[in-house]
């Protein structure tokens, strides 16, 4: 008889098959329970998701396995997520966490999944904000995202479910070479476009309104004359294909300061926030900056600030601000 393995020893088998699992079913994921029921899962419960009555979860379960496998089913029916659950252990837990810190290009994006949350059901919710979530790239593969956490699951044996989660993650992509970065801020790209509003509707007038909003009104976005607060959508322009030049500005929601004109935009995600705030000062010629790090420019002899904040780096969304 083989030895017994350790909650450690199962946690990191079920986590690597479900990881196979998922890879080798990339293209056709609706297949993966006939792959199962073929490996001799059985399924031993459905739960379902009471706002929309349809099937959310399918647990299936191997005899004298050391995990179950739970997957997941969206409203049209395709399969998603996939989990490998096991008795919940510190042991298990800190195997699963190592397993995922170890697969390629590994991110924490356990605050991106947070906004999500609100839609699930309250038990899958709730365990959600309990666990860790990464995404991972290997280069050539799909992308994936992992979590680990406690699962509203009780396996057949009565014990409490720790799960690993493994989902494709197509918006992934491999790293970009320097070329490709470089392009992404060359005087054609989607950045010098950003660039030019920016500096061309804000820095140009500052919290000037009524010659703020005559500017914003040129290029394309749905400012109204004697505007001092709102948010405005626009930024087309003949040249530029509509997803590359669909914009928008708020000038001064819920501002804390005198006066706040923001713009946001989306970037490829790969460069990352600290790169794409050292490109816009530089396109702006932005120089000096103060405790914060903020970017400070000259108005018509005031000071501004300038910043860029992240919206969500994981999809590549920024915020940047003229302040004052």
């Known amino acids: 008889m083989p030895p017994v393995p350790t909650p450690a020893e199962a946690a990191v088998h079920g986590a690597e098959f479900i990881r196979r699992l998922c890879l080798n079913h990339a293209d056709e994921p609706n297949d993966i329970p006939k792959t199962l029921t073929a490996m001799g899962f059985s399924e031993t419960q459905r739960l379902a998701d009471g706002a929309n009555l349809s099937v959310w979860s399918v647990l299936m379960e191997l005899d004298d396995g050391d995990f179950s496998v739970v997957y997941q089913v969206d409203l049209e029916g395709n399969v998603t997520t996939l989990c490998a659950l096991f008795p919940d252990s510190r042991e298990a837990k800190s195997a699963l966490t190592d397993f995922v810190k170890s697969q390629p290009k590994t991110t924490d994006i356990t605050r991106d999944i947070t906004p999500f949350l609100h839609g699930l059901p309250d038990a899958l919710a709730t365990c959600m904000r309990r666990g860790k979530f990464w995404s991972s790239k290997a280069v050539g593969e799909m992308g994936m995202n992992f979590g680990v956490m406690p699962f509203p699951v009780t396996r057949s044996d009565g014990e409490q479910s720790l799960a690993i989660t493994v989902e494709q993650n197509r918006w992934l992509e491999d790293p970009l070479t320097y070329v ?28 000037d309104f009524p010659a703020l909003v005559t500017a914003a009104q040129a290029q394309g976005f749905d400012a109204e004359t004697g505007d001092t607060e709102g948010s405005w959508k626009g930024g087309r322009r003949d040249d530029l294909p509509i997803t590359e030049s669909l914009l928008y500005f ?40 103060n405790d914060a790090g903020h970017g400070l420019i000259a108005i018509r002899g005031e000071t501004y600030g300038v910043d860029l904040n992240s919206e969500n780096e994981l999809f590549g969304n920024y915020i940047l601000v003229l302040y004052k």
């Open 250 to 289: 708020q000038l001064n929601c819920e501002a804390e300061t005198d006066f706040e004109l923001a713009l946001f935009f989306r970037m490829d995600p790969n460069p990352g926030p600290e790169q794409i705030r050292s490109e816009c000062f530089k396109r702006l010629g932005i120089t000096q900056t």
């Open 180 to 207: 490709e970065t470089q392009a992404l801020f060359d005087p054609t790209s989607r950045f010098e476009r950003f660039m030019e509003i920016f500096e061309t509707v804000g820095i140009a007038h500052g919290d």
